[in-house]
């Protein structure tokens, strides 16, 4: 789910002239994503809606001083970091005497894993992943916050290592250390879920008193490791990257109430050899005030469908506090939902059918997935590329990777603002669909080592039509 970045700078232009319905629109559309980095890093915890609504207002207030309009997504994440990282060192500041200890602990019915469960419909190893990240480090939660998505193909690695303020190589390490821990996660899960269950495992957490933590992980690794009767916990475990590949974002709570037939394929590759956040704004009715958009979770359009039972939306919502003073009325602007749907407006509930170019790469995704790579990320830029080399092509009637003038992939990419450190580039000629292109690259071992190779992150793909029949165009690169 990413917001094509032409619409999005037009917005964030528009809004920052005073559009209103600019400011709303960039909201809904970037609100599950701020939602899922705060929820995965506080665990549910009461305070998730309060930063949520931070962030949302500083990065609408501070629309002015954003330089790039293109970057508003990472320099929204960025806010988004620097605001959980503030309220940590507050809790971490704060006494905590008797009862009050409790305002630290996640709410039971706003946990991150339970809701991402529920409402993603998780089952099997995809379970088990959501389930293993309870038992990680705190510090390790808002790198998992971030490397969730980006193994959803929400977040680039890039956009990772600036929100975290490390250079990507430092960001690779911590991401290799938290996803070891989240590995021997996992074996735990299975291990306690294994029926009939291992009498020593038993024996072990006889003192244990439900909870998971970094200390019992630990503690349980080490029978895992020991125990024979256990070792089969760890074999047939899929990487994680490639059993998150299409999971949508998890919504915010309702609150308050040469193939064959004549087909041709090519493939070339190549490997390059060896902002601050915005203040201002600091209530969520500043964001009334600034560009009068919705002003509760629950109006705003959920951008992920929730459950079809009436049953399992209600036992999802938070339980509201009691008002002090009777609730306004709604905005004649901006309708309250009805409380069966979230009044979506008509293309939200039904979606245009995706492109050609988007079926294919959802068709290579699920090959990436099963070879255990990361998804592939549109970019527009790579896309750009795609789509103007093809029309090249089909214009002047030549089937290449380098033009007439001898221009290669990697050139292109570098004249249209893509600055990469490995690029590969896959062409088709005359096939009628995505599914018998990405088939005609699959068995040819260069096009396959392409599209498996997880070193690439993002891709542009497009379909143009040609004398001969389509040209099918894909950019596959990674950033420098």
């Known amino acids: 789910m990413h917001d094509d970045e032409h619409r999005t700078v037009a917005l964030v232009e528009a809004a920052r002239a005073g559009d209103a319905r600019a400011g709303d629109d960039l909201v809904r559309a970037y609100l599950p994503l701020v939602y899922n980095i705060v929820g995965r890093a506080l665990d549910g915890h009461a305070d998730v809606d309060d930063l949520v609504q931070e962030t949302m207002v500083r990065a609408l207030n501070g629309l002015p001083a954003l330089r790039d309009p293109a970057r508003f997504r990472s320099w929204l994440v960025a806010i988004a970091m620097n605001r959980i990282r503030h309220r940590w060192r507050e809790r971490q500041q704060a006494p905590l005497p008797g009862l009050d200890r409790a305002a630290a602990l996640a709410d039971p019915a706003g946990d991150f894993t339970d809701l991402t469960i529920l409402r993603l419909g998780l089952t099997g190893q995809r379970r088990e992943v959501a389930e293993a990240t309870r038992w990680l480090d705190e510090d390790d939660r808002e790198l998992l916050s971030l490397w969730w998505l980006e193994a959803a193909g929400e977040l680039s690695r890039a956009e990772l290592a600036a929100a975290l303020d490390l250079a990507p190589r430092h960001a690779a390490v911590r991401v290799q250390r938290m996803k070891e821990r989240l590995e021997t996660g996992r074996a735990v899960v299975r291990a306690l879920a294994a029926v009939p269950p291992c009498p020593r495992l038993a024996d072990t957490t006889a003192g244990w008193d439900g909870l998971p933590s970094p200390l019992w992980r630990k503690r349980l690794a080490r029978h895992l490791d020991t125990c024979p009767a256990c070792a089969p916990v760890r074999r047939g475990l899929a990487p994680a990257e ?202 040819d071992p260069p096009h396959r080592a392409n599209l498996l190779d997880c070193r690439y992150h993002d891709t542009g793909v497009a379909a143009v039509p040609g004398p001969h029949g389509t040209l099918w165009v894909q950019e596959l690169a990674s950033p420098h």
């Open 242 to 443: 490639g059993l998150l590949v299409g999971l949508a974002l998890v919504p915010p709570l309702l609150a308050g109430g040469g193939g064959s037939g004549g087909a041709a394929v090519e493939t070339a590759a190549w490997t390059e050899p060896a902002a601050a956040p915005a203040s201002g704004g600091g209530l969520w009715r500043g964001l009334a005030v600034g560009t009068g958009a919705v002003m509760a979770l629950g109006a705003l359009v959920l951008l992920a469908p929730g459950p079809a039972d009436p049953a399992d939306r209600a036992a999802l919502r938070p339980r509201a506090a009691a008002p002090t003073t009777p609730p306004a009325p709604a905005p004649t602007t901006v309708p309250a939902p009805r409380p069966s749907t979230p009044s979506p407006t008509p293309s939200r509930t039904r979606p245009p059918e995706p492109s050609p170019e988007e079926r294919l790469n959802r068709i290579v995704n699920r090959h990436r997935a099963a070879a255990g790579c990361g998804p592939l990320r549109p970019d527009p830029e790579l896309a750009a590329v795609a789509r103007a080399y093809g029309k090249d092509m089909a214009t002047r009637g030549y089937y290449g990777h380098t033009d007439p003038e001898g221009t290669d992939p990697g050139s292109r990419m570098t004249a249209g603002g893509y600055s990469w450190s490995a690029w590969a580039e896959n062409l088709a000629r005359g096939q009628k669909d995505p599914a018998s292109v990405v088939a005609d690259w699959m068995a």
